[in-house]
């Protein structure tokens, strides 16, 4: 079956800087990659997603990259607001072929005003 | 209704005790998950539906885990005899699709005492 890796587990950056969470997957069959935020005490919620058709995805202040050759894609928040602060995680499944979500760790990050 | 819900909230429970956990998903949504998380913890897979199909039961941690889905819609996940360890927060999700974008509930706040 599929294993995710995320990494790190916790990361903490200074407001206004860059925050960069990457994830691993093993199935190459894998084509849909979703990041989901997490806010204390509430439920995941999709942030963004990508699909292995594309290499890269922006919305806004977050983007997400794929290299599926590496089996690796990555979540970049740029110009990190306190609000950002949350645990995020991966995700990856196979779209349309009934396989179930695999998600990652997941990544706590603290944006120090 | 406008999002997954499940019921209850938060439950106490004494250890020894079964507990039903209830789901309702997104309306016209196939597949249906059940997640577990426990304190500070990534997500737990513990079983899917997706129409008809035969559930995936592959992430129930013990044979005091069942779930059931009626008439594809609702779902209730049962804990019997309910130890310690089984507290955590349990999680559903529902997608229109099979693989499609899934979204989650608030959880169950599960604590064994």
């Known amino acids: 079956g599929e294993n995710v890796e995320q990494h790190p587990s916790t990361l903490s950056v200074q407001e206004g800087d860059s925050a960069v969470i990457k994830c691993t997957y093993s199935?190459?069959?894998?084509?849909?990659f979703p990041w989901y935020k997490q806010e204390l005490g509430k439920r995941p919620q999709l942030i963004i997603d990508i699909r292995s058709n594309v290499g890269e995805k922006k919305d806004q202040r977050i983007a997400v990259t794929l290299n599926k050759t590496a089996k690796h894609f990555s979540l970049h928040i740029t110009e990190t607001q306190p609000e950002d602060s949350a645990v995020y995680f991966c995700a990856a499944s196979r779209r349309n072929t009934g396989n179930q979500f695999y998600f990652g760790t997941g990544t706590s990050l603290t944006v120090i005003p | 209704g406008a999002g997954v819900s499940q019921s209850p909230s938060n439950k106490v429970t004494e250890k020894g005790k079964d507990v039903e956990l209830r789901c309702d998903p997104i309306?016209?949504?196939?597949?249906l998950y059940w997640y577990r998380q426990s304190l500070g913890q990534g997500l737990e897979f513990l079983i899917y539906?997706?129409?008809?199909?035969?559930?995936?039961k592959s992430g129930l941690p013990s044979d005091r885990f069942s779930a059931e889905r009626t008439g594809g819609s609702v779902s209730t996940l049962t804990i019997q005899r309910t130890q310690q360890e089984d507290s955590a927060v349990y999680l559903c999700?529902?997608?229109?699709?099979?693989?499609?974008?899934?979204?989650f509930g608030e959880g169950s706040w599960l604590t064994v005492v």
């Open positions: 539906f997706q129409g008809n199909s035969a559930p995936d």
């Open positions: 999700a529902s997608s229109f699709d099979r693989a499609n974008t899934i979204y």
């Open positions: 199935d190459s069959a894998s084509n849909y």
């Open positions: 309306s016209g949504h196939t597949a």
